[in-house]
């Protein structure tokens, strides 16, 4: 079904829109048809109004009215009113100027407490330059979907000439349809204008769970259900994947609910999950549960203390009462060819309100975060369990105490390797360990290997291990020490040699390479001197352990392989204790120390970026997020910053200075990849 690509995306025949994606304007589109015929709108199977324009700027503005007559032709024979009118954009130059694309907009009628813009339109009549129009379009739709929280989907239309695309933009998919003769198709084009102007807010992409409210101040805020319960947002405190439609897109709020009177503020977090990941709720209460039965005396806190406290959580329904997804969209079926990968909606609600560790500007806290992450993941570790997204966005400061989030990933470590989706590897870019990237042992010399050891002519398949989760915390630490002093060049040395621009296999090798031989030095006049000493410390450790561990990787892999063997004597008992040390040196010796923050559009904040609950700080919320998704710049200067650093295969997407890593795929290694835009994920 699917022939070829459209500006990166998947073409598929109009009749699969029709059939599968659009709302069903059922038989009346056919009597709308006769009464403009009736009317004298329609001459000879064409468009009178269309036919009798001239030049350029007359084309393009007469499919506004043309689409406009349409709409009131359906208000008189429709079962209810048109939820849509075509218009410009208030800052649309005169209609004899318009040396670009026309843009338009389908507005809702009666927007409420949505935002108005329904459908972007990209309307030109000459073809040149080629694609720009569906660059163009692209974009404005991706933008519609990063900025408005309350949308599930995105429609978009090109017309050039007089050839008309529809395009369809979700979660987890992005598709285009064939080309048709707007004026010589005449019933395909009211069928089309009908089926969207019609439609109901849930049909044109809306989220009916959540709405724009304005606080007593006049502020812009969120409201959204969870369960039985509707919560306000008050803040933005992260946001990923937000730069293109396909993903995650990953929002976390302050809130409070709605029917608390004291306002108390929790967390609401809300994502477009994999559809056949464990749902993050469900693997949080199971690990509190373990948690009871531990018995860990040498922890300054209760085991529990070091994750998040789930309040309440499941998936998001639609008005039908079923859970959304993305694969209902389009009627739950695909075109061939089209990744089958599929994203559910949703949303869970913490009882603690935290900060990231890429927000907190004071270097004794990042130390101190990172050290309690690192007890979290030793709690982990002592019940067979691995983390694998191990990210400056997952470790939180609630309290002055480090806290691991998004256990959305977690899994046993032991026990026979599965081809389950949910085990494939995953994880954030900049932080991920450099073996997991490539998929396959790095460490294994042969000089280490005992004379008695069994030889194979393999090594056991590859997988992921505690020793991973560790390395991403040092991953996080060097991050933290280097991503905001790229204005120094050692620094923007240091960080372009370990944090490349893009991610392939060859740079992870590289970062492998890091592990083995060692970072690049500061000079001891350096303030960060002394930590990074210390990171270089976790380095020598982490290569000590990889080294022992796999050089005999045969002899000691039944540690991981039986699921039944105790942990007590495996090789990677003590290794914790050991990184947990370093990091608590680390605090102490940065005490007072602040991280700078880029001069560039950076906010001044405080040394202490800690909230106190019921306390807005304007300052931290407005901290740079590495998360956070950057704009489309057009410079191609060579002052352009450096692109995100993806494992992604081949997309590259563009971030400004104030922002920091995104959170993709790790299978870096896979080399078959269906044909993508280079501009936007």
Sequence with gaps: MMSEYVAGVPQVPLEFFFDNILPRSAQWHSLVEHLLVDEGHIVSGRWLQKASGSTRAERETDFISIVNTVIRAGDKLAPHHSTCRLTLPPATAPKSCHPLPLDAQFELVDSGSHSSIAIPWRIRHTRVPPDSNEDELVSR?????????????SYG???????LRVWFFSRSHELVSSSFDCIAEVPSFIRLVLSLAFATPEQLGYDTTMSHVADAVGSAQVRLTVGNNAYITTRLLSERDQDGCCGRSTRVWEAYREDDLERTPIAVKDVWASADAVQEGHQL???????????????????????????????????????????IMTSGVLPDGVSEQRRKHYRIVFKEVGVPIHNLQSLPEVMQALADATRALQLLYALGLVHRDVSSGNILLVGGMGRLTDLEFMRPYKGPITSSPADRFIGTADFIAGEVGINQYCYALSRYRPSDAPRRSENPPFR???????????WIGIWVLFYHRQNLPECKQFFDMHFPPHFTETTLNDRKLA?????????????FHSILEILHGIRNQLLERYTLFE?????????????AAP????????????????????????????????????????????????????????APSPERAPKKLKSTS???PPTTRSSDGGRRRNRSSNTGPTRHSARLAEKKRSPTRTDAK
């Design 141 to 153: 739709c991706q933008k519609l979907l990063s900025d408005d929280a309350c949308r599930r989907f």
């Design 551 to 563: 050089s005999d990787i045969h002899r000691k892999y039944h540690f991981i392989e039986d699921e």
């Design 285 to 327: 209460l199971e690990l509190h549960e373990k948690l009871r039965t531990l018995s860990h005396p040498s922890l300054p806190r209760p085991p529990e203390q070091y994750f998040l406290t789930v309040i309440e959580h499941g998936f998001v329904s639609t008005s039908d009462g079923v859970d959304d997804d993305t694969l």
């Design 157 to 163: 239309i090109t017309i050039e000439d007089d050839s």
């Design 515 to 527: 592990i083995s031989w060692g970072f690049l030095s500061l000079e001891e006049s350096d303030s």
């Design 638 to 640: 060579p002052r352009r």
């Design 567 to 622: 942990s007590i004597g495996s090789p990677f008992d003590g290794l914790h204790d050991a990184l947990i040390h370093e990091y608590e040196e680390a605090a102490r010796l940065s005490d007072g120390q602040l991280i700078p923050f880029p001069r560039s559009g950076a906010s001044k904040r405080k040394a202490t970026s800690e909230p106190s609950l019921g306390v807005d700080i304007t300052d931290a919320t407005m």
């Design 464 to 474: 992921y291990n505690p020793f991973h989760d560790l390395e991403s915390t040092l």
